[in-house]
């Protein structure tokens, strides 16, 4: 899971168009998901993708920011 995150914050400083476009999805889920939870030293991590910032998955612990744009998978199945 760790590679997975590093290539999600790779991409985070990196944004291409395919990967904000899948990003963009993925943030619209999460945002509706009761495991979204906000994390207080995420809150300094800025994100174009707002629904997302500076919050992290309670099932997995991962920063979404850089989950919703890995290759990861969500724990809870929905992307």
Do not use: H, Q
Not at 39 to 44: D, T
Request: aromatic letters at 6%; hydrophobic letters at 35%; charged letters at 30%.
């Amino acid at each position: 899971m760790l590679k997975e995150i590093l290539s999600g914050w790779k991409n985070y400083l990196d944004k291409t168009e395919v990967t904000e476009a899948v990003a963009k999805e993925r943030a619209a889920i999460c945002a509706a998901c009761p495991s979204l939870r906000n994390g207080r030293l995420l809150a300094f991590i800025k994100d174009d993708l707002t629904e997302v910032e500076g919050a992290y998955c309670s099932k997995c612990g991962c920063p979404l920011s850089a989950k919703v744009r890995s290759n990861d998978i969500c724990p809870e199945n929905k992307w």
